[in-house]
Structures are given as C-alpha cells and as structure tokens.
C-alpha cells in the first residue's frame, strides 16, 4: 500500500504480557548521559521525554511536573528510601506506558532481534521531584524505569553500545562468553556477592547492582573501619552523594583487590558512606555503580536467579584495571 510521502511504517509495541509475536531479541536504543542511560518514555500514548535507567529503583517514577502536565490522576501516598533517607511522594496511574526509541520495527543487525517499543502496561508511579537530578545530568528528566519494571524477562544493558535488549524468555540463550553468577534479591533488587582483599583475608560484600549510581563502588563505612587494609592509600577526599532523600557524605579513594563477575580488579575507585537504613545489618551491603557497570554487558534473568556478564574489551583503561 502506498503511504504517500513523508509517512512512516506504524510503531511496532511489543506488550511485556503478551510474548506470543514477540522476535527472539528487542533492540532497544538508549542515550548517555555522563554514565547514566537514558530511554524515551510513553505515558498514556504520549511522549514523556527522556527517563532514566534504574536497576537501583524497585517503583516506576514521574516527574512532578510532568505527572501534572499529564493529569495523571492521583492514587493514594507512599514513601521510598533513597541514599539520603527516606522521600514521601503521591502515587498517580496511568493507563499505559511503555519505552523504546521511534517504535518503528526494523531489523537491528542480528539474526531474530528487531527494534521496536516495549510496553509496560498500566502503572503506578511514584511522583518525585527531579528538577535536581535532571540539571545534574543536563537532561529534562521525565522519570525512572525501575528494575521490577523489566525483570519479568531476561534482558540485557550494554553502556558502551547504548542498548537495552529485551528477551523473549523461551528463546533466551546466554552469550557464549558470558559467565554465569548468581543474581540475588534484596528487597527486589538485583544483589551479588563480591570480594574484598585487606591483605590478609578475603572480605565478603553484598552488592546492589545499581545504573542509578554514577560512582564504581559505594560501600558502607563500616567496611574501611573494620578492614582499612582493603584500600590502596587512605582516604583521598571528601564529598558528597545526592540520590532519593538529599544527600550523604562520602570518603572517597580506592579499594586495592576486588574481585566481581569471576573478574580480579584492582585500583577500583570507592565512596565509603553510612548506608540508608533499610541496608544495615549483618551483611556488608553496599552497590556497584555505572563507573564500573559501564565496562560490562549484564543480562539479568530474575526469575531463574542468574546474572551474565561480559566485560567489554578493548580499552586501555580496562585492560589495566583486571589482573592478567
């Protein structure tokens, strides 16, 4: 059928409940900033702008402004906990919402995989304040998609290549130099177990996997007090982390060994900071951020209990930073 010029194919939206007509692999294109990743969002059938990646967020969000501008009703109150303590919003609903760049179906360069848009299906958001956030990262920020959001089927983050690959779960094949590690949950985020090396013994740490961090590593103070032999040199600056709930203070240098994904590192950059308090406890908890997260392809698979990781070669800086 002729479409007559300047029309376009119709948007091709692959519903995240209904698999049947799915392709093998949805390629989905992402933009950066700094070391965020960045997915044009829907609400309602509308364009929502730019949202942010967040396996650290366990609820979808909107911006205040935005959730007015949209009418999103409201729907009851709650509160979240972010590094700086606890934030109440108001939720609002939507009847529709789903990510993914143009919609327009077309083959993306690998066998079985198109580009398209991902649908979401109905939600609740939080509704939270991101004016702040969004200036940090020079964007317009329209909200997070959270990492409950995409868990019900395996699905890749690649920084370098700025793609977010959705898997149909039948299909799904781990890439052959992928290694396997076991993806645990903590408060239904994404956890796995890393080590420290103070010298003298190997320290265990429980990471949250979190591309809504900027920094490599953020463990809890307590880790440096009980074993200062984990870092390089001490303590090398003094800052601060803003996320959900304001800010925290932060001691900022490197850990000397770590090992992650079956990789030995060293000269990893740290922030030491006081946890939130819905991660203290018997385990060192802490998370592992997009200036390391960006150096790995991961594909999490929820709901079988695993993660896959590759790191991305061909860098000076990461070649330096595992041990040979």
Avoid: K
């Avoid at 003094?238 to 304001?246: D, K």
């Avoid at 006081?274 to 998370?287: C, F, Q, V």
């Amino acid at each position: 059928m002729d479409r007559g010029p300047g029309r376009v194919a119709a948007p091709a939206v692959y519903d995240l409940d209904e698999r049947a007509g799915w392709p093998e692999r949805l390629d989905i294109p992402l933009a950066r900033s700094g070391g965020y990743l960045l997915i044009p969002a829907y609400v309602d059938g509308r364009s929502a702008g730019l949202m942010m990646i967040d396996t650290g967020a366990t609820i979808s969000v909107v911006a205040q402004g935005l959730a007015g501008t949209l009418g999103l009703p409201a729907d009851g109150r709650g509160r979240t906990v972010g590094v700086g303590g606890f934030e109440d919003f108001d939720y609002r609903t939507a009847e529709a919402f789903s990510i993914g760049g143009d919609g327009v179906a077309v083959p993306s360069g690998r066998r079985g995989a198109l580009r398209g848009t991902l649908g979401l299906g109905p939600r609740r958001f939080a509704s939270l304040n991101l004016l702040g956030f969004g200036r940090s990262l020079g964007v317009g920020l329209a909200g997070i998609v959270g990492f409950t959001d995409l868990a019900p089927v395996p699905f890749t983050l690649d920084a370098a290549a700025q793609t977010l690959t959705v898997h149909r779960p039948d299909a799904f094949r781990p890439a052959a130099g992928a290694t396997r590690h076991r993806l645990h949950r903590y408060r239904r985020l994404p956890m796995v177990r890393a080590e420290l090396d103070d010298g003298r013994q190997r320290v265990e740490v429980w990471l949250i996997v979190d591309y809504g961090a900027d920094t490599a590593l953020t463990l809890p103070t307590e880790v440096v007090d009980r074993f200062p032999g984990v870092v390089s040199v001490g303590a090398s600056g003094a800052g601060r982390t803003r996320g959900v709930g304001g800010t925290v203070e932060s001691r900022q240098t490197w850990v000397r060994r770590f090992r992650l994904f079956g990789l030995d590192l060293r000269d990893v950059p740290v922030n030491f900071e006081t946890p939130p308090p819905t991660m203290r406890g018997d385990r060192l908890i802490g998370r592992v951020g997009n200036g390391l997260l960006q150096h790995f392809r991961l594909t999490f698979h929820a709901s079988h209990g695993y993660v896959y990781a590759e790191w991305t070669p061909g860098t000076p800086e990461n070649d330096a930073a595992v041990e040979p």
